[in-house]
């Protein structure tokens, strides 16, 4: 056996874990400590426990599906969210590279978690000590091949430690089925389940390790994914060596199973009665926006709701993160060099309900005769709607999309928010490149200001929304980032809406109905709703669940997984051009008023999904000795 790589990542454990954990993981820092002494010596192993938690696929503020996991610096800014119905980048919103990949670093994760779990007998430690470090291995061995198998099926499953050797072929491990890799995943939940503790010495650290609550939570989101890969196969079915060996695909009679498995999982921590949402009953909409809003600048204040966080620190080192400099508004750059990269689309906004319409999708509407119109943008003989501010046709909007959206005439750190596509002249023609446009004395600026660093939008940089939105979800207002590695926003990577909607849909979708289910599932949906500033309850369907899901769940990377795992990819993005909303200062009438129009994101081009990449292509097939996805 040996350990040669573990002092090299030993330095990154301790510094990643020192603020954020208890006195189990408070071990002294060292520059360098002998690989064989880490895994003999008690702090050694927490250390070494420590590290592994910051490898886990944890799709947080910094997973990015180019770069990976743990990525910072230049990297763009490229999320899930960007990536599936949610958003667009603004700097390449033609992006259309599905990577996503995890094959390597996910077995370099295995082998270490196989490596802790061969010493725990030998530590000189208490038995409940040894209980739970062996509960938080199986816990992030269920969390390492559910991101395998999310993203390439079946996998070998290698659950020992290989000891290394010149045999080669000795080291090959042939790939199990699908359905073999998943039930792997649930039952390694179920013995984190097991050895877990409730909780940890103090609230804090509670929610920043594994508990056996982190692990139900794990198995709700694992099992409804299993359960919709077997349901909708057949809508994407593929073809191949690794299709007829069942290394990708699953039986639609055996997504009965996975459902009941994430109803258990979901019941068991909705009855434990230890969970509930963040101030789920607010006096009205206004008060539902800021409750919202501060819950994910500071998950910690949300004890009832969060399950699992994973936290940020310190400024400056790989404790801390760039979603501010990155995503903030232009206006409020205060010199970071990069700006509104996630650029919320129109399709995302027409989801959110309006108060005086229950139970429905909102779509804005910007004509006068009531219809959605298309995304044809702006046509001089079309009556529109007229407002005279740039925000009014947002009026009875759910609170969430205030909450997690920055739109035109937003206030935004003590800021308007200008965000405008064009001027319409008297005469009715439009102006959307950079000019001036002198009436009656007053002079319109295309963009809405004079200079770019007064406005935000649609003047075609990188640093300026292309959709009219930027988001606003997880955005600290009350600092300034004027460099990289200033945010240190933690990320709720579990939480109890989450179950919520995961336990709705798994009823929904199997038609469960024994242990009152369904009222449940009901109350479910609602309590998310009314915790959102609604007050009139809707019914249980498989489209409001799945609104329900999308809005709440929104920019926290759950939507991408929900298109792949619903099998629903390949038909939404089918020559789809993601769209935008433009405001216009129209000046045609007595008085200059806004208009909006529904168009394409200007610069982008229509995306497609090949079927293939439901599963992720294998890398070094030649050596590993595995069969291939599908690739056709």
Request: with cysteine.
């Amino acid at each position: 056996m040996k350990y040669h790589h573990i002092s090299s990542i030993f330095c990154g454990a301790l510094l990643a874990f020192s603020t954020s954990c208890s006195d189990f993981l408070d071990v002294t820092p060292r520059n360098k400590i002998p690989g064989d002494a880490v895994l003999s010596d008690p702090n050694g192993v927490k250390a070494f426990l420590a590290n592994l938690y910051y490898q886990a696929p944890i799709e947080d503020h910094v997973y990015f599906p180019r770069e990976g996991f743990n990525a910072r610096g230049n990297t763009g800014f490229l999320s899930l969210a960007q990536y599936g119905m949610e958003a667009i980048h603004s700097e390449w919103p033609n992006w259309n590279e599905y990577k996503n990949d995890w094959w390597e670093k996910g077995y370099k994760l295995n082998r270490s978690i196989n490596i802790l779990i061969q010493s725990i007998p030998t530590l000189n430690m208490a038995d409940k000590e040894k209980q739970v470090l062996a509960g938080e291995a199986a816990f992030l061995r269920a969390y390492t091949y559910f991101a395998l198998a999310k993203r390439y099926g079946g996998v070998p499953l290698i659950l020992d430690n290989q000891d290394f050797t010149n045999d080669f072929e000795m080291l090959k491990v042939p790939r199990s089925t699908e359905k073999e890799t998943w039930d792997l995943v649930l039952s390694e939940c179920d013995r984190a389940i097991e050895l877990l503790p409730e909780e940890h010495a103090n609230g804090d650290e509670s929610k920043r390790r594994a508990t056996k609550w982190a692990a139900y939570a794990l198995k709700s989101r694992a099992a409804l994914h299993a359960a919709s890969v077997a349901k909708y196969w057949n809508n994407a079915p593929l073809s191949g060596e690794a299709v007829s060996l069942k290394f990708v695909g699953m039986e639609a009679s055996q997504a009965a199973a996975y459902y009941k498995a994430c109803i258990d999982a979901s019941m068991a921590l909705i009855s434990s009665g230890r969970f509930s949402l963040y101030k789920a009953s607010p006096a009205n909409p206004a008060e539902a926006i800021k409750n919202y809003q501060e819950m994910f600048v500071d998950p910690s204040i949300a004890s009832s709701e969060a399950i699992l966080i994973k936290g940020y620190a310190q400024v400056g080192n790989d404790l801390s993160h760039d979603l501010d400099g990155w995503n903030g508004p232009n206006q409020t750059g205060e010199g970071f060099p990069h700006r509104g990269r996630t650029n919320p689309i129109l399709e995302m906004v027409d989801l959110y309900e309006s108060y005086d319409n229950p139970g429905h999708a909102s779509p804005v509407v910007t004509t006068a005769d009531g219809q959605v119109s298309s995304a044809e943008g702006y046509k001089e003989g079309v009556a529109y709607r007229h407002f005279d501010s740039p925000d009014e046709i947002f009026k009875n909007k759910d609170a969430r999309f205030f909450a997690s959206i920055i739109y035109p005439n937003a206030t935004w750190k003590n800021q308007t928010i200008v965000i405008n596509g064009g001027i319409v002249k008297p005469d009715g023609s439009l102006i959307d490149s950079r000019t001036s446009f002198e009436h009656e004395g007053i002079t319109y600026f295309t963009y809405g200001k004079e200079q770019p660093n007064q406005y935000s939008g649609f003047d075609g940089s990188a640093d300026m929304t292309r959709t009219g939105f930027l988001m606003r979800k997880f955005l600290n207002e009350n600092m300034r980032f004027t460099t990289w590695l200033q945010s240190t926003t933690d990320y709720m990577d579990m939480r109890y809406a989450e179950v919520l909607l995961n336990f709705a849909e798994a009823v929904v979708e199997s038609g469960y109905t024994q242990e009152n289910a369904v009222s449940l599932a009901t109350k479910a949906i609602n309590d998310i709703r009314f915790r959102a500033g609604h007050t009139v309850a809707i019914t249980l369907n498989l489209e409001n669940v799945l609104r329900e899901r999308t809005v709440e769940l929104a920019f926290e990377n759950k939507n991408f997984w929900d298109l792949i795992r619903r099998r629903t990819f390949h038909t939404t993005f089918k020559n789809k051009i993601k769209e935008a909303l433009v405001p216009l200062i129209d000046l045609r009438g007595n008085k200059p008023q806004y208009i909006y129009v529904r168009k394409n994101v200007a610069g982008s081009n229509s995306q497609n999904f090949p079927e293939k990449d439901y599963y992720r292509h294998i890398p070094n097939v030649a050596g590993n000795g595995v069969v291939q996805n599908p690739q056709q």
